[in-house]
């Protein structure tokens, strides 16, 4: 028997989810930062690049990179494509392993249903 959560209990989840995706943006902004640093949000490439500059200034890097983007615009627009993909292939991933192979036919006039359909108690004989 599938059993539903009451619309209330939904509510307060949903809130409680709400509250706590504030609190993990907001505690970034709030919390105490070194005073040492010039830019607290300075990506850690260019913190590492300035500690080894400091510690081994005659340091010479392996690998150089072949490409670099024209302008900070291009970098942020590459990086933002790489989450958007990213999150794309983990909601199909998701959503494949929670529904399954869901395929829905039209045969004789009616639709087919799933075989998990028939588990709780459907059948797909047309009425």
Do not use: C, N
Not at 21 to 50: I, K, N, Y
Not at 79 to 97: C, M, N, T
């Amino acid at each position: 028997m599938v059993t539903y959560k009451s619309f209330s209990s939904r509510i307060v989840q949903h809130y409680i989810l709400l509250i706590v995706a504030g609190g993990l943006v907001g505690m970034p902004l709030v919390w105490a930062v070194p005073r040492d640093l010039v830019e607290p949000f300075v990506g850690t490439d260019s913190q590492a690049v300035a500690l080894i500059t400091t510690l081994a200034p005659d340091y010479q890097p392996w690998v150089e990179t072949w490409w670099r983007p024209p302008g900070p615009a291009v970098e942020s627009f590459f990086f933002a494509l790489q989450a958007a993909l990213g999150a794309g292939v983990v909601g199909y991933y998701l959503g494949r392993r929670r529904h399954g192979e869901v395929h829905w036919t039209v045969s004789q006039g009616h639709e087919a249903l799933s075989p998990s359909d028939s588990d709780k108690g459907l059948t797909d004989a047309p009425s």
